[in-house]
């Protein structure tokens, strides 16, 4: 069976621009998370959904940051007004639910030029 | 609040070397530990967790690691390692809650040569 699938893997775009970040999660996966890992240092977490609620979006570092899972599986980040800060990889995982492991994906590396 | 202190950033070793990669961690309540390692250019994958009853946990690959509650430690270990294990490796903890934020520590780069 598929993973987690992450799209696009690289992704670069200018300072101020906005970018959507896409994670499939593996089929039936009612819990869904999203991650950010800079260079040298461990994941970080960023928001959590329980079908197509944020349960938790307290690591969002601010409102430029925003999430969404309209139909409780396929969730997209998105990132207005890029700054050089937000260069890293973004990472998802899905879950069967609260208890359950988590399954990542590969991530997507955004550079932020 | 909770935090993760994995003090050695890399830790090169021989094959077929014993290994241990340590993990300390901070929180006011009780934990779920978890050793996550992750390979060049692919996402992160779980080795082993300990969740409650015995302190001793064996994972994938060979790997293991022992829960030490009045050291607040989570080391990972492996007898003997293989060229193949060279990796990141996050020990990461969690509150009983759930499994949703997951504190990740900065991470060990294990380095296994001839």
């Known amino acids: 069976g598929a993973g987690v699938s992450q799209t696009p893997s690289n992704k670069v775009t200018e300072k101020g621009k906005y970018v959507e970040l896409r994670c499939d999660p593996i089929?039936?996966?009612?819990?869904l998370y999203w991650y950010r890992q800079s260079l040298g240092q461990g994941p970080e977490f960023l928001i959590y959904?329980?079908?197509?609620?944020?349960?938790?979006d307290s690591g969002l570092p601010n409102d430029r940051f925003f999430a969404v899972r309209p139909e409780g599986s396929v969730s997209t980040l998105k990132i207005q007004r890029t700054e050089r800060g937000d260069s890293a990889v973004y990472l998802c995982?899905?879950?069967?639910?609260?208890?359950?492991?988590?399954?990542f994906g590969n991530g997507t590396r955004l550079t932020v030029t | 609040a909770q935090s993760v202190t994995q003090l050695d950033s890399q830790v090169p070793v021989f094959e077929e070397a014993p290994v241990e990669l340590r993990c300390n961690y901070s929180?006011?309540?009780?934990?779920?530990l978890f050793w996550y390692v992750q390979y060049p250019n692919q996402g992160l994958q779980l080795l082993l967790k300990?969740?409650?009853?015995?302190?001793l946990v064996k994972g994938i690959n060979g790997f293991e690691a022992e829960f030490n509650k009045s050291q607040t430690s989570f080391h990972l270990r492996k007898p003997s390692v293989h060229i193949s294990d060279t990796a990141e490796y996050f020990c990461?903890?969690?509150?009983?809650?759930?499994?949703?934020?997951?504190?990740f520590g900065k991470g060990t780069m294990l380095l296994v040569s001839p």
């Open positions: 959904f329980q079908g197509t609620g944020a349960a938790d």
């Open positions: 990461a903890v969690s509150d009983p809650a759930g499994y949703s934020t997951l504190t």
């Open positions: 300990y969740l409650s009853g015995s302190t």
């Open positions: 995982a899905s879950s069967l639910g609260l208890g359950s492991p988590l399954h």
């Open positions: 089929s039936g996966h009612t819990a």
């Open positions: 929180s006011s309540v009780s934990v779920y």
